[in-house]
């Protein structure tokens, strides 16, 4: 089945095929499963209708994919898109050049956090929540960037950073568990949320961790602090979203407005 269509619905993330993007797919209503790859996707209701939400890797080629259901398989297409490059000064040349003994821990914990990515768990997401702004502050680097650390190529750019104050609270973006919390060398102080249905997310460069490992948090909970631990030029929350084991463009889950759905200073004192 070909499907052309793209879907907007006030809680559903934005349509937006591209590499690093999420395609919304409309399913039969009594669809009990899905899959991109060798993935599970999240299913979830809207409007009395039923969608597949479907991470798309940033390494993804363009052109027709498929979405495989218990019900029926769907053809969509991935466009082209170009990201900007981003140019860092790094002082620390030790987060540019690891030497060996920081290489094997940068090392044994990316496959940490690999483990998690990978997670699909059985905590419900019939309604797909809209996310809010884990941290109030000014966009410094979008998803995607082509990034050069002194002039050296690095991986693309898996997250939004959000410049901030130094304490500036860090929020729930949404309701989950806390998975995985640590001192990593690139990303510093760091607190990974299982959402469920393979949605997770991670919040990076935290001068402050509030929560552990096993507890619950609900939208909007405070999880810490701002900082800049790790690989950071300055005090900022480096923000990934991860769909069916793919990081993709936090913008496409978060209100265009910041203050959308924010708790007050009152409320999380």
């Not at 040349?93 to 059985?122: C, H, N």
């Not at 480096?238 to 084991?245: C, D, E, R």
Request: aromatic fraction near 8%; proline fraction near 5%.
């Amino acid at each position: 089945m070909s499907l052309l269509t793209t879907f907007s619905h006030a809680d559903l993330p934005q349509d937006s095929r591209r590499a690093g993007g999420i395609a919304v797919i409309e399913v039969s209503s009594d669809t009990t499963t899905a899959s991109f790859g060798d993935r599970p996707v999240v299913l979830v209701v809207e409007d009395h209708k039923k969608y597949a939400i479907v991470g798309l890797p940033i390494t993804i080629q363009t052109g027709v994919h498929l979405l495989n259901t218990d019900k029926a398989h769907f053809d969509f297409s991935v466009a082209e898109y170009a990201y900007p490059e981003q140019r860092l000064t790094i002082t620390d040349q030790s987060k540019v050049a690891p030497d060996p003994e920081q290489l094997a821990r940068y090392q044994r914990e990316a496959t940490e956090q690999a483990i998690v990515y990978k997670k699909f768990s059985a905590i419900q997401t019939t309604h797909f929540t809209k996310f809010i702004w884990p941290a109030l502050g000014k966009i410094s680097s979008t998803f995607g960037f082509k990034r050069f650390f002194n002039g050296e190529p690095r991986a693309p750019h898996a997250g939004l950073d959000i410049a901030a104050g130094f304490g500036t609270v860090v929020l729930a973006p949404a309701n989950g568990v806390v998975v995985q919390t640590g001192d990593y060398f690139f990303n510093g102080q760091t607190v990974m949320i299982d959402h469920g249905q393979g949605i997770v997310t991670m919040l990076c460069h935290l001068s402050r961790i509030d929560v552990k490992t096993g507890q619950t948090v609900k939208q909007g909970g405070v999880i810490g602090l701002v900082g800049k631990t790790g690989r950071a030029t300055g005090p900022h929350l480096h923000f990934s979203v991860s769909l069916n084991n793919a990081r993709v463009d936090p913008l496409l889950v978060l209100p265009k407005n910041q203050n959308d759905g924010q708790v007050t200073t009152k409320d999380i004192q």
